[in-house]
């Protein structure tokens, strides 16, 4: 793959472009402990960061779900995460900075997330960040979450550039996975998971935020010394 011809950068939501997996862990453990289940808080950090709602409660509750019941579910869990949330809402720091960077580089910006339509607009309208991106894809636009590629795919469809032109930015083990199956740079953020765990998931770099770069990945995104 060549790393000089990058066209596109592809973002997470969750816990990449915002750091709040925290809370929506505490919502999943709420969520499951009102179903009468024990679930450790790990599974939803490890197992289920990156999946659609569709395939994270049946397997939390070990049997189909009807989809107005699903419907039920995900709005009871998904608002109360914004509540929880709500008060600390802010961009990872450097967020804003390398957006306006990368646009200014002219490459093309998406994000990719599992994140259902409210949160979407929870975050990316209320930190007044979607104009720096020509697309949203979210879990709607596709049948299989990650670690399956399929909604980094769908990004770059919508961004006509090939896979091999893209880096995605992304927090989750799964992300990581989903970024390498579809043919994808990837940047391990290390909100949620040990920069160790995500380089053995195959994240080609890891960074703490969006501040500051590895001094190879910025020359080969912006050129020249750094």
Same mark, same amino acid.
């Given at each position: 793959?060549?790393?000089?011809? @990058?066209?596109?950068?592809?973002? $997470?939501? /969750?816990?990449?472009?915002? /750091? ?16 009468? %289940? ?7 950090e490890r197992e289920f960061a990156g999946k659609r709602n569709?395939?994270?409660f049946p397997a939390l509750l070990g049997r189909p779900v ?22 600390? %809402? ?8 390398? %957006? ?6 002219? %490459? ?10 409210a949160n979407r607009t929870f975050v990316l309208d209320g ?70 765990? @995500? ?9 703490? $935020? ?17």
């Amino acid at each position: 793959m060549s790393l000089h011809s @990058l066209s596109a950068a592809i973002f $997470d939501m /969750d816990g990449t472009l915002v /750091d709040n997996m925290l809370f929506h862990a505490r919502a999943w453990v709420s969520m499951s402990q009102s179903l009468g %289940l024990d679930v450790p808080v790990e599974r939803f950090e490890r197992e289920f960061a990156g999946k659609r709602n569709e395939e994270i409660f049946p397997a939390l509750l070990g049997r189909p779900v009807p989809p107005e019941e699903l419907a039920r579910l995900a709005e009871r869990k998904e608002s109360h995460y914004r509540e929880l949330y709500a008060p600390h %809402l802010s961009p990872l720091r450097g967020t804003r900075e390398l %957006l306006a960077r990368l646009r200014g580089a002219g %490459l093309q910006l998406a994000v990719a997330t599992a994140a259902p339509s409210a949160n979407r607009t929870f975050v990316l309208d209320g930190l007044e960040l979607r104009p720096h991106f020509s697309h949203v894809v979210g879990a709607e636009d596709v049948t299989r979450g990650k670690p399956a590629p399929d909604i980094f795919l769908a990004a770059a469809r919508a961004l006509c550039v090939e896979p091999s032109a893209c880096v995605v930015f992304e927090d989750a083990v799964n992300g990581i996975r989903a970024a390498r199956a579809a043919g994808m740079l990837a940047v391990g953020v290390t909100t949620m998971t040990p920069a160790e765990v @995500l380089l053995e998931a195959g994240a080609h770099w890891v960074i703490g $935020d969006f501040t500051t770069l590895p001094v190879d990945f910025e020359r080969r995104l912006f050129g020249g010394a750094v």
